[in-house]
């Protein structure tokens, strides 16, 4: 896909953003494109998961329920039950081999 993308889009991707969220950074203005699937309401991070990232590099939990507007506890639980799908689904995919 990054082969179809003109060079600007390509230097943007890498750096973990699209243009749409670059435009946002350089007018420093809020996202308002709520059904884009990075979008978040959190304005300090222009409502762009994309900026948020890219802003402040790994999150803790707290920081990551903070912008998603759940608790530290409920983060920490979707975060468990991730990391045990992860477990599962490499070891079905290990046994295959």
């Avoid at 991070?45 to 590099?57: E, P, Q, R």
Wanted: glycine share 2%; proline share 2%; aromatic share 8%.
């Amino acid at each position: 896909m990054k082969d179809l993308l003109k060079p600007a889009e390509q230097h943007l991707r890498q750096k973990g953003l699209l243009s749409c969220s670059k435009k946002c950074i350089d007018l420093n203005q809020e996202c308002h494109i709520s059904d884009c699937k990075h979008w978040i309401k959190f304005s300090n991070d222009h409502n762009c998961t994309l900026v948020a990232i890219y802003n402040n590099g790994p999150m803790t939990l707290r920081q990551v329920a903070e912008r998603v507007q759940l608790s530290f506890a409920r983060v920490k639980q979707i975060e468990t039950k991730a990391f045990e799908k992860i477990k599962k689904r490499l070891e079905s995919f290990d046994s295959y081999f």
